[in-house]
């Protein structure tokens, strides 16, 4: 995996309008991305487990209906 | 007579059986404590009297005719206010739903009204259950009944302080990253958080679906079993419920340990801790040992992962459910979880996966572990209740933040599912409770309570009340 760069207030601020649709003001979009960058690294260490062959704890369960025959 | 509001609800229980004491006298002792003590400790944020006396003249009445319906008849207890009450106010700490009145009891309410509880109200949370404190809610911050200056540990935190402060035997709480058994741990309590699905979440406010968690804060291990044998049990309003049988909890606690095998994991969970904290939990490992139970030293591997994984976990749950009101009424959330929700818009979906995964990593690894121990003990909090407003502190020389060093210990237990109580073994050189934590096998709730009971039957730290003049 390539490495990340520094998460920037410009990115925090078009990921908050573009993809979650919550846009952020300047003074809160900065505030975001100083505390986001520690949690990102932090996040990081998660990519680094030996994961390959293992699923996600969420697994899809198809819902069943009642029979009475 | 004992002051009635400092009475466990096992020794509440067979008084109010043979009819030597009745449930309305019960129920005005909490109201007279609560009237006289919660200002100074802000647990209960609604109190309906009237009706809670309504409902112990009520049962009153049944167990005079000779309707006793078990050992939770007649005996008060308040709510966490993220479950939803019929008719009575649920804000879940945030004015986002000040003026929400459930027309629905959540399962865990309706069946402790089953089994004959009287609910006296509600308590504080912090905001949505997000956060370890209990500092941000709507209603000000929870003050810790054995230092009024201090946390009182979150987010069940009026629970915690409620039941310690004796204005009810028992409350209940919910656990996603540690939110029972923090509180129980800072305030001195016996906090069960229970294997996932095994108590119904419905109508619990979610934090974060695939960790929350239903259990009680109590006074013994005894007293939580009995509200556990309540509760437990498959609920089809909600998807998690286990349809695994309900065993009989109280029957479990002999007491007896002899030859229990007790993991005793080092890396993180002890590592971590406050030089105090730890001597606490090094002697209450001494007196299991005494009693019978065999220590092992274990090694969990990957558990330095675990606090990422979990903040990933309610960073991108708690936002999901969080959308729209966040998108309609962000000014009415606090700053604190305000900042919260919009992390959570940054969080990718691969990490999110990434996190799941390391569940499974990490669930296979307990398995592993299980297979040569019957239950494992850590400290419950690596640190005692810090000052309120204090958002860092320094575990033997090493600065670490108060929320993250609040939930290390507990948190590996919801990312897992796995059953965990916590139970006071001291105090620290301030005079703050430091608790024991037992984890165990899933559905293995009666072994892990059974441990702190034959723990209680051997010493008094459970005992203990702080002084509130």
Avoid at chain 2, 256 to 284: S, Y
Wanted: aromatic share 6%; hydrophobic share 45%.
């Amino acid at each position: 995996m390539s490495e990340r760069e520094p998460v920037t207030t410009a990115t925090v601020a078009a990921v908050a309008a573009q993809n979650a649709g919550h846009p952020l003001d300047a003074e809160r979009a900065a505030g975001i991305a100083e505390a986001l960058e520690p949690i990102l690294k932090l996040i990081a260490s998660l990519r680094e487990l030996p994961l390959k062959d293992i699923e996600p704890a969420a697994v899809f369960r198809p819902e069943q209906v009642d029979h009475n025959d | 007579m004992t002051d009635l509001a400092l009475m466990s609800v096992s020794e509440l229980a067979p008084l109010i059986e043979n009819r030597s004491l009745s449930p309305v006298e019960v129920t005005a002792a909490c109201i007279a404590r609560i009237a006289t003590l919660n200002a100074r400790l802000n647990a209960f944020v609604t109190l309906d009297d009237t009706a809670a006396l309504a409902a112990a003249r009520i049962a009153e009445a049944e167990i005079t005719r000779g309707d006793y319906r078990g050992p939770l008849h007649g005996v008060p207890v308040a709510h966490k206010d993220l479950y939803a009450t019929a008719g009575m106010r649920t804000t879940g700490g945030s004015r986002v739903l000040a003026d929400n009145i459930p027309t629905e009891d959540a399962t865990v309410v309706a069946r402790l009204k089953q089994a004959g509880m009287i609910t006296l109200g509600k308590t504080n949370t912090h905001e949505f259950a997000y956060g370890p404190t209990n500092e941000v809610s709507l209603f000000g911050s929870v003050r810790n009944p054995w230092n009024t200056e201090r946390i009182s540990g979150g987010s069940s935190g009026g629970s915690g302080a409620a039941v310690a402060a004796g204005l009810v035997p028992i409350a209940s709480g919910s656990d996603t990253g540690g939110s029972i058994r923090i509180p129980s741990s800072c305030c001195g309590l016996t906090g069960l958080k229970p294997t996932y699905g095994r108590v119904s979440r419905a109508g619990i406010l979610p934090l974060c679906w695939t960790m929350d968690h239903a259990g009680p804060l109590a006074r013994c291990a005894l007293d939580a079993a009995m509200f556990l044998g309540a509760v437990a049990g498959a609920d089809p309003r909600d998807d998690a419920s286990a349809a695994d049988p309900v065993p009989d909890y109280v029957a479990q606690l002999s007491g007896n340990i002899e030859g229990l095998r007790i993991g005793v994991p080092r890396n993180v969970f002890f590592d971590r801790a406050d030089e105090a904290v730890v001597g606490c939990v090094d002697e209450a490992l001494g007196v299991l040992e005494q009693l019978g139970a065999v220590l092992v030293p274990v090694d969990i591997p990957y558990i330095e992962q675990a606090g990422a994984a979990a903040m990933v976990m309610y960073l991108a749950e708690a936002t999901a459910y969080h959308d729209d009101t966040l998108n309609e009424r962000a000014d009415r959330y606090s700053e604190q979880v305000r900042m919260f929700l919009e992390l959570g818009d940054q969080i990718l979906a691969k990490d999110y996966l990434h996190a799941q995964r390391y569940r499974t990593l990490l669930g296979k690894t307990f398995v592993g572990v299980f297979e040569t121990v019957d239950v494992l003990a850590t400290p419950a909090t690596p640190i005692t209740a810090t000052p309120i407003g204090c958002t860092s502190t320094a575990i033997n020389g090493i600065e670490d933040s108060v929320f993250g060093a609040l939930l290390r210990n507990t948190e590996p237990f919801n990312l897992t599912g796995l059953p965990a109580v916590v139970a006071p073994c001291g105090f620290d050189r301030d005079g703050m409770p430091v608790s024991l934590q037992l984890a165990g096998p899933a559905f293995a709730e009666g072994r892990v309570l059974n441990v702190v009971h034959a723990y209680q039957q051997a010493t008094q730290w459970h005992a203990q009340r702080p002084v509130l003049a």
